[in-house]
């Protein structure tokens, strides 16, 4: 990469090989573990389409394209774990890709295309409480539109005592195949 | 997510893109497809 200076403090650089981040998905999938999507952690927005590249929208697309220096449009990913751990209800946890337009912040990346490498499910409050240590879920729970969140034994528990009842438990194992599969990516083992 | 200040803008053109391709037959493993049985007249019943 060859850096040249622009407008304001911001360089300029160019590079061959896709930057890989941190980030966290949402899953959505049918209440038999088919149908599989990963999607943004907040708001509403699309699912990642499985085998094709994801290119960022943007709701001021009129006055720019994605991302933009003054606006925080893009696709994210962090140069960390820890700062993932205070997203809203993630289901997943992985390594991805971005390419295109990417600027770079302190702490992570927003992009332009990206498409996930590498995944796994965790238990969301075990990864708010105590980070990677002891994330691995047993069961996935579907909820109502199809939203499924992987647990662990006792997150279950302690969710069902506070009336967070899943209609149906899924085999944890099974969604990860099924959501590596999907994809055509492999787990993530280690961080 | 607050990921800080804007730092630097990377334009990348990825030499091959990091999304894995569908599969598609290839031709040479394509299996051969039988031959149509022939016709053949249908024999009178007995009477």
Same mark, same amino acid.
């Given at each position: $990469?060859?850096?040249?200076?622009?407008?304001? =403090?911001?360089?300029?650089?160019?590079? +061959?090989? &896709? +930057?890989?981040?941190?980030?966290?998905?949402?899953?959505?999938?049918?209440?038999?573990?088919? !149908?599989?999507l990963l999607r943004p952690v907040a708001g509403r927005s699309r699912p990642?389409?499985? $085998?094709?590249?994801?290119?960022? *929208?943007?709701?001021?697309?009129?006055?720019?394209?994605?991302?933009?220096? =003054?606006?925080?449009? *893009?696709?994210?990913?962090?140069?960390?774990?820890?700062?993932?751990?205070?997203?809203?209800? &993630?289901? /997943?946890?992985?390594r991805v890709a971005l390419w295109g337009r990417v600027i770079e912040h302190?702490? *992570?990346?927003?992009?332009?295309?990206?498409?996930p490498q590498l995944a796994t499910l965790v238990c969301q409050f075990c990864?708010?409480?105590?980070?990677?240590?002891?994330?691995?879920?047993? /069961? /996935?729970?579907?909820?109502?539109?199809?939203?499924?969140?992987?647990?662990?034994?006792?997150?279950?528990?302690?969710?069902?005592?506070?009336?967070?009842? &899943?209609?149906?438990?899924?085999?944890?194992?099974?969604?990860?195949? !099924?959501?590596?599969?999907?994809?055509? +990516? =492999?787990?993530?083992?280690?961080? | 997510?607050?990921?800080?200040? %804007?730092?630097?803008?990377?334009?990348?053109?990825?030499?091959?893109?990091?999304? %894995?391709?569908?599969?598609? %037959?290839?031709?040479?493993?394509?299996?051969?497809?039988?031959?149509?049985?022939?016709?053949? %007249?249908?024999?009178?019943?007995?009477?």
């Amino acid at each position: $990469m060859s850096p040249l200076p622009v407008a304001g =403090d911001l360089l300029l650089s160019t590079g +061959i090989e &896709p +930057i890989v981040a941190w980030r966290t998905w949402a899953l959505t999938g049918h209440r038999d573990g088919t !149908g599989l999507l990963l999607r943004p952690v907040a708001g509403r927005s699309r699912p990642w389409k499985p $085998m094709q590249p994801v290119e960022a *929208g943007c709701k001021h697309a009129r006055l720019h394209s994605a991302p933009h220096v =003054d606006c925080t449009c *893009g696709l994210h990913g962090t140069h960390g774990l820890d700062i993932l751990r205070r997203t809203r209800c &993630p289901a /997943v946890l992985g390594r991805v890709a971005l390419w295109g337009r990417v600027i770079e912040h302190d702490l *992570g990346y927003r992009a332009q295309f990206a498409y996930p490498q590498l995944a796994t499910l965790v238990c969301q409050f075990c990864f708010w409480q105590w980070g990677t240590h002891g994330i691995r879920p047993d /069961v /996935v729970g579907w909820f109502a539109r199809d939203e499924l969140v992987p647990l662990c034994w006792s997150h279950l528990e302690q969710a069902q005592r506070y009336g967070m009842e &899943p209609r149906r438990l899924l085999n944890a194992d099974e969604i990860a195949l !099924g959501l590596r599969e999907t994809y055509a +990516i =492999d787990p993530l083992v280690r961080w | 997510m607050d990921i800080g200040r %804007p730092k630097r803008i990377i334009e990348i053109d990825p030499i091959s893109l990091p999304v %894995p391709m569908p599969e598609f %037959p290839s031709p040479t493993t394509e299996p051969l497809r039988e031959p149509a049985p022939e016709r053949t %007249p249908a024999e009178p019943a007995d009477p």
